[in-house]
């Protein structure tokens, strides 16, 4: 299993890179996302352009009144609210196959939580923080999914967990293509280790699914698999049940390890705890060993190898984990 990756098809927005899009006519310089390029089906997608906006254009904004958000240009007093609406129902109504979404920060049309809204039409009203039409909409319809923006993504924790989750999806959406029980089997094998990290309570019921007692159809077995897959992913892994993880794929190297091997691991469990290194540092130790000492059950799960090594990156935003 280890280096065959499908391609995840990633929703990103087209400024990331992409196309000098943005109001001021600039684009977003971003690593991460040309790191990914080689791995990722992307479909770019700039909402304003696609409502017809000009590049440059007078700068848009979300205004909360009398209980709606409408999306205004206060240079020409004109109202998008409808057109940007009309958009964002085409688009994600054409989405065939997609497994993530990664969007502009602080965006009135992309912001997932951070775009500013201003309570009134008026100059010098106050402002908070909330969806953009775009945003907001992709968290309604695809909560499941992994959606981020490419200010958190800096931060290695929750970049692991977008990545794990991109590959893991397509993946998943391959097996749902193949409409075969036994690729669900299989599938599900894969992922113990992994699901045991990240939700053991949602990797049970997701087993009980592919048991399947009852003789289900597959497309039942399928969407209830898929509602648990998508439950035991939606937050990072606690670092704790992580350890547990790796101590337990640890303990089947106990009998050909040195003690000085085991006393590095375990010195570098501890590192992982307080943040000194991230996951993929241990996986790789673990990796290692597996193809050392030919252990086909560790090289067979997913959790030693989520996602391609040219994508592991230590860097971070210095926000510590999670955030």
């Known amino acids: 299993m280890m280096g065959n990756f499908p391609k995840p098809v990633v929703v990103v927005s087209k400024c990331l890179g992409f196309d000098s899009c943005r109001y001021d006519g600039s684009r977003i310089d971003t690593p991460f996302v040309d790191k990914l390029k080689d791995h990722v089906t992307f479909r770019p997608v700039c909402p ?7 590049v440059p254009r007078k700068p848009i904004r979300i205004v909360s009144s009398k209980g709606a958000n409408t999306l205004y240009q206060p240079a020409t007093g004109m109202d998008f609210s409808e057109p940007m609406r009309s958009f964002v129902e085409t688009f994600l109504d054409s989405l065939a196959e997609v497994d993530g979404f990664l969007l502009k920060s602080r965006s009135p049309s992309c912001g997932l939580g951070d775009a500013k809204i201003h309570d009134g039409f008026e100059e010098g009203a106050r402002t908070f923080k909330g969806r953009g039409f775009f945003g907001g909409a992709i968290l309604e319809r695809f909560a499941g999914l992994p959606i981020e923006d490419e200010g958190r993504i800096r931060n290695f924790s929750i970049r692991e967990h977008f990545l794990t989750r991109i590959f893991l999806f397509a993946r998943f959406r391959e097996v749902k293509a193949g409409c075969a029980m036994q690729g669900l089997v299989n599938f599900h094998s894969a992922q113990k280790l992994l699901l045991m990290g990240y939700n053991q309570a949602q ?6 699914v592919v048991a399947n007692h009852e003789k289900a159809d597959w497309e039942t077995v399928i969407i209830r698999y898929e509602a648990h897959l998508q439950r035991a992913l939606a937050h990072p892994p606690r670092f704790t049940a992580m350890i547990n993880v790796l101590l337990h794929a640890f303990g089947g190297f106990s009998e050909v390890l040195s003690k000085e091997e085991k006393a590095f691991f375990l010195e570098s469990i501890e590192e992982y705890r307080d943040e000194r290194i991230p996951l993929s540092v241990l996986l790789h130790i673990l990796r290692a060993w597996s193809i050392r000492y030919k252990n086909d059950y560790l090289l067979g799960q997913t959790f030693l190898q989520p996602y391609p090594l ?4 230590i860097s971070d935003s210095g926000k510590g984990r999670d955030r």
């Open 310 to 313: 040219e994508l592991v990156e």
């Open 203 to 208: 990797m049970r019921l997701a087993g009980k």
């Open 48 to 54: 304003e352009v696609g409502i017809g906006l000009g």
